[in-house]
Structure formats: structure tokens, C-alpha cells
């Protein structure tokens, strides 16, 4: 079974940058569309984007995801960060339950 661990939040001010990683364990995903999501206090989880196996990366706006297929993992980069980017950010598995339990991600002056 594959199991997904976040990683790579933490506090950034507002217009830095921030690069997620979604590493995964028990199997491959690189046959797998992969998909991140946030959620932020009080909010309803937020799908963000996702990539299909076979692409490595695909920008959208300020997020770029992207994918390496040798390292079982997916990242998620963000650009010009602002205060209401604040939230935990999960990936997952598109169209299963397995999620990962999330990095916090704190955009503040």
C-alpha cells in the first residue's frame, strides 16, 4: 500500500517562494495521476492541481507541480507567496484515499 509524506512547509513572508514535496513509499506512482490540495482554518479542503503520469511538470499560475518518477515524488512549487496562501497542503492520489497527512505552509510578515 502507498503511503504519502509531505514535506517542506513552513513560515515564508509574503512574495517568497516555496517548493512541497510528496514523497511516496510502499510503490510506485509514477503510473499515477497526482493531485495537491489545502486546506485552510476553517475552510473547506481546496483541490489546487494536478499531473497526469507521463508529464513531469505543469504550471498553473503561481504553482508549478511537477513530478520525479526516480525519486517517487511529486512536488509542489509556489511563487509570490500571499497571507491567504496560508493553509496545510496534502497530496494525494487522484481519485483514491490516499492522502498524505499534510505540511503547513504560514505566509506572514
Partial sequence: QVQLVESGGGLVQPGESLRLSCAASG?????SRMAWYRQAPGK???????ID???STYVNGRFTISRDN??????LQMFSLKPEDTAVYLC??????????GTQVTVSS
Fill in 27 to 31: 510503490s510506485t506512482i509514477r503510473f
Fill in 44 to 50: 473547506e479542503r481546496e483541490f489546487l492541481e494536478s
Fill in 53 to 55: 503520469p507521463g508529464i
Fill in 70 to 75: 526516480a525519486k517517487n515524488t511529486v512536488y
Fill in 92 to 101: 494525494r492520489i487522484w481519485n483514491t484515499q490516499t492522502w498524505g497527512q
